[in-house]
């Protein structure tokens, strides 16, 4: 299995640029303990980030479960878990 380096936040470079580049959040606002939103991700951004990291990650990532991980930390830990197969 290929390790994936991460940021501060415990975002990889490839979902740290996905938010960055596709859905315009700054990189200052990406702090592990900051809520997704504070981070600038309102409702058509969860959606538009499902769409992206499904693809991203070839596994289906709902916007449920995107929402249920609250901050930009647990968005980290949501894709090293997809990631891994969990």
């Given amino acids: 299995m290929t390790e994936h380096p991460t940021t501060t936040a415990g975002l990889t470079p490839d979902v740290e640029d996905l938010l960055v580049r596709e859905l315009r959040v700054k990189p200052e606002a990406l ?24 693809e991203l990650l070839d596994s289906k990532v709902s916007e449920d479960e995107i929402h249920d991980a609250r901050t930009v930390g647990g968005l980290a830990v949501l894709v090293e878990n997809k990631r891994r197969g969990r």
Avoid at 39 to 52: F, I, K, N, P, Q
């Fill in 31 to 54: 702090a592990a303990d900051a809520t997704l939103e504070e981070a600038g991700l309102d409702s058509l951004s969860l959606v538009e980030l499902s769409v992206m990291l499904s």
